[in-house]
């Protein structure tokens, strides 16, 4: 059964404004998920906020927004396909608890300057 949907958009020029912020991704990105957005080159900007948007998208599937979850705790993978995936660590793993959520599943699309994230709550 579906418990809830997110959907957020990021503008990509927010990530490349965050850039010029010493430490504002340590305090936003999973450090693999910073890895592995930087190991894209100059696609880094676009990685990043398709990543932010997917935990946006978290939040609003919970529907109770990021509200005392640390963002660090979401992180956003892809498998060897290309296909995203979220896990969940600490506070963001608690809030899926809460929310009697088991199954997460994302969508992320990027398209110029935007990038788009989808996430679907299951029980």
Avoid: C
């Amino acid at each position: 059964m579906i418990r809830g949907v997110g959907l957020d958009v990021v503008h990509i020029d927010r990530m490349r404004r965050w850039d010029k912020i010493p430490g504002i991704f340590d305090r936003y990105f999973h450090p693999a998920e910073l890895e592995e957005s930087r190991s894209r080159g100059s696609s880094m900007h676009l990685s990043l906020a398709a990543r932010f948007a997917a935990k946006e998208a978290f939040g609003k599937a919970l529907g109770t927004g990021l509200r005392g979850i640390q963002l660090t705790d979401i992180r956003v993978i892809t498998n060897h396909n290309g296909k995203p995936d979220i896990l969940v660590y600490g506070s963001a793993a608690a809030a899926l608890a809460r929310s009697h959520g088991t199954k997460l599943h994302v969508s992320l699309t990027h398209e110029r300057d935007n990038a788009l994230a989808m996430v679907i709550l299951e029980e």
